[in-house]
């Protein structure tokens, strides 16, 4: 066989693409949102300044409370001056430490200064935080397991892949969750940052690292530095290791499909990776829900979106249920 033809069999015709708004569109309660609302109703609401209390388990792991934790991840995001928790991953690179900072109380001595014993106290309180901070993944798990994985009703399908997507395509799901197999039957999913029903990790985080004001305090600055670190997505070794997937999206992918894929800043080199080796004819279709909502902004932010990241040919959208393709000549 000759390597053109090895070529054309290794890469993808079409590429589907799914964010949280696919999970959404089939009324599955995935929203950021609804992970606010279910933080506050399960673990009660923000409370004011607030470090966490740290435990010990029997084989001498340091580990918080999951309530310690909420209450942490929702005084956090109060420090963002944002009420869309929608935007999450890319709220964690916004958080003000500062905020933390202020709540701990340092032992001055007679005349205001910080005691020798006041060091200990930052690194121990800066430490709750770190502690804290790892287990957000943990809290984002248990929030899914309780409003999506035991509450899970038969969902109708609503997409027409028989229409949409040839045998030759390629799954890549940014979500935790099973719905494409569980509801179309559909097996060769990339699930790029985890899947919950298989005990992966679950990835998040934002692009970029946040940034806080030096304290002058070190044990506190290092260990907020490492917090920084923890709510940072590695786009780039995420790409290494699943190189096999990516490295199929190429000159013979003439479709790219992607339902309720926000296309936000901390997943803009999974998309400039995407375009890279997409040809210069290749289509892109969104969802007609994000074609028509909101009088098309979604839409053209992300032909935007598309633009930048160096995709090259035409944008329209597609119809779900009768899975016909329309291009926008307006973009």
Known sequence: MHE???SIMRNFSTLFIIGNGFDISHELQTSYAKFKEYLAKKYGEFEGHFIPSIGMLPRGEEVADLKDVAQVLLGAFETTDSEEWNNFEDLLAKIDFGYFHDAVEIPLDAEGFPTPHARYVMEDESNALLIAF?????LLAKWLEDTVIRTKKALAPIYNFQELAPSNTGYLSFNYTDTL??????QNVLHIHGRLTHSE????????EGVSEQTGWHQWDNKISSIHQILQKDV??????????????GSQTTRVLSGGFS???????????????????????????????NGGKPFKYKCAK????????????FEPKSGQLHIDSSN
């Open 263 to 293: 296309m936000g800043s901390a997943d803009t080199e999974y998309l400039e990776r995407i375009c890279r080796d997409l040809p210069g004819t290749a289509e892109w279709y969104v969802s007609e829900f994000e074609y028509t909502e």
């Open 181 to 186: 197999e569980e509801i179309y039957d559909i």
């Open 134 to 138: 790892t287990q957000v993944e943990e």
């Open 236 to 249: 780039t070794v995420q790409l290494e290791l699943h190189r096999n997937f990516f490295d199929k999206i």
């Open 306 to 317: 598309l633009r930048e990241a160096g995709f090259l040919g035409p944008v329209g959208y």
């Open 201 to 208: 990790r679950l990835i998040f985080g934002s692009q970029k």
């Open 4 to 6: 053109t033809e090895k």
